[in-house]
């Protein structure tokens, strides 16, 4: 039985990746902090006999010594909302717990792969983003922790890859969204699907027309899976193509939840990109991948979920605010 690492794996994307390498006959070991994921995440695989959850830190050192096969690095936190909250942590996890992760790869001598980011590209100056362009990044505002984690995980690794012979695999995600997202996450569609879904006004940024492109997590997993199987060692772009407005994207999640809220302007975030699109042309050709899902048949596998979620998580507030009026309506 192979044996594969997920870090962050009880994250949003971590968890479908602890499901789906579970699902191929793989041993799986979760390393996570439960910084921004969640232990309810993977609480379905807890007992499995092929399962192990590690809570650490990854900017500690960490060790394993039975063999392993392969190593996907995902922790950090990926959420605007969250990284902002957490700058050093971001920044320490991108460089120390890449150097961690890194050095573990290389005791093992498996191959690792490395999640990095389309923030790499900053608010790009080139539509749509191809991997050889080298982006337009702030390093130092709000978001630099991020973006600029992320560049140096790529440099880490790539040093890693030419100066130890390491088998690397680096992706760069453009937004992502799925079941196990969290409702307070901050990022777009989980936000307009909890405000639409509890009667609360969406809160668009500036006038919605900066552009996004959002993937379904299926899509991804199946992305990631056959860049880990493939032979490449720079980056390549994983994300779906089809482009649309913050502001469309809100009304499409009001149509498909049926919902009466309103729309209500907020002022934009500093270094928010006007535009995000992946060139996914080394995807298709490398891995004769191609995202399935549309945006509105992802959306409608996610909704559900979040009905789900508000729904506990209004009987839990329910039962210890008992006495007062919050409640959510559907
Ligand atoms: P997430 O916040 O749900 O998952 C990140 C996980 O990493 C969490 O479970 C968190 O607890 C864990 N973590 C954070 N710091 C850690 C540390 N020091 N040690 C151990 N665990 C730690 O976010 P996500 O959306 O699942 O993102 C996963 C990865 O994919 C991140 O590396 C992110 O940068 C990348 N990514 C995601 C997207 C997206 O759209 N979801 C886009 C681009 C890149």
């Known amino acids: 039985m192979k044996r594969i690492l997920i870090t962050g794996g009880a994250g949003f994307i971590g968890s479908h990746l602890c499901h789906h390498y579970l699902e191929k006959d793989y041993e799986v070991l979760c390393l996570d902090n439960l910084s921004t994921g969640s232990f309810d995440n993977i609480s379905a695989f807890s007992n499995l006999p092929s399962f192990k959850f590690i809570e650490h830190d990854l900017t500690k050192p960490f060790k394993f010594n039975d063999k392993l096969d392969a190593i996907l690095h995902f922790a950090s936190p990926a959420s605007p909302v969250d990284y902002q909250e957490k700058p050093i942590p971001t920044l320490k996890v991108g460089a120390l717990g890449t ?122 997993v199946n992305g990631i899976s056959r860049v880990l199987e493939s032979n490449y060692h720079l980056p390549i772009n994983l994300g779906n193509p089809q482009e649309l407005s913050v502001l469309d994207c809100a009304k499409l999640i009001m149509n498909l939840t049926q919902s009466h809220s309103k729309i209500v302007f907020e002022e934009r975030p500093i270094d928010d990109p006007h535009t995000r699109r992946p060139d996914i042309n080394l995807a298709q050709k490398l891995l004769n991948w191609n995202p399935q899902f549309s945006l509105q048949q992802g959306l409608e596998k996610t909704i559900p979920y979040f009905k789900k979620k508000l729904i506990n998580s209004s009987s839990e507030n329910e039962k210890s605010l008992s006495g007062t009026k919050e409640s959510i309506t559907f």
């Open 99 to 220: 150097h961690n992760a890194l050095g573990l790869a290389r005791a093992h001598q498996c191959k690792i792969l490395l999640a990095s980011t389309s923030e790499v590209y900053g608010d790009p100056q080139v539509h749509p983003q191809p991997e050889t362009y080298w982006g337009h990044v702030n390093p130092i505002g709000p978001r630099g922790c991020y973006d600029e984690a992320k560049r140096f995980l790529e440099a880490l690794t790539m040093a890693y890859h030419r100066t130890h012979g390491l088998d690397t695999r680096i992706i760069r995600i453009f937004n992502t969204y799925g079941p196990n997202m969290r409702i307070q996450d901050g990022r777009a569609i989980p936000t307009f699907i909890s405000q639409a879904l509890s009667g609360k006004s969406l809160t668009v940024h500036g006038q919605g027309d900066q552009t996004r492109s959002f993937c379904y997590i299926d899509d991804l």
